[in-house]
C-alpha cells in the first residue's frame, strides 16, 4: 500500500480562506473542474495520487487542503510545458501550521501535515487570525 504524499504551495493573492473559497467557487460554476496550473511536474505521482492533498499556505500560514484528484500534463499557449494539479472543490481548513515563504510546490510527508480542523469548532477557529489560532492550540486552549 502507497502511503499518501501531499504537495504545499503559497496562495498567493488571497487574504483569507474564505476569499480562496468564493474565487474557487466561481472557477467551479464556470467549467467544473478546478485545476492549479504549475510549471514543474511532480515525479511522485503515485504517491500523490493515493490519498493525497494540495496543502494552501495563507498569509504564513498552512490554513487548508484539497485532495488531489488527478496531475495532467500540458502546454501552455507559449509551447511551454506544465502540469495541471485537478483539485476536489472540497476545501477542507486545516490546524493553522507557520511555513515560510518559497517559490513552486514542495512535497509535505502525511505526518507533517497538519490535521483538519473538527467540523464543531472549524469556523469558530478560522475566523481567528491564524497566527492566534496556532497559539492559542500550542497551548491547549483549542
Known sequence: MTVPLHLVKLCVGIEHVDELAKWQNQRWREKRELQHITRMTPRRQAELLAG????????????????????????????????????????????????????????????????DLPSGKGKAIAALPPEMAAELMQLGLL
Open 52 to 115: 493525497g492533498s494540495l496543502f494552501w499556505v495563507i498569509k504564513g500560514y498552512i490554513q487548508a487542503r484539497q485532495k488531489l484528484v488527478d496531475l495532467r500534463p500540458l502546454t501552455d499557449a507559449e509551447g511551454v510545458a506544465r502540469c495541471a494539479l485537478i483539485l476536489d472543490p472540497k476545501l477542507v481548513r486545516t490546524r493553522p501550521q507557520p511555513r515560510r515563504p518559497f517559490q513552486g510546490w514542495r512535497y509535505l510527508a502525511s505526518e507533517e501535515a497538519p490535521p
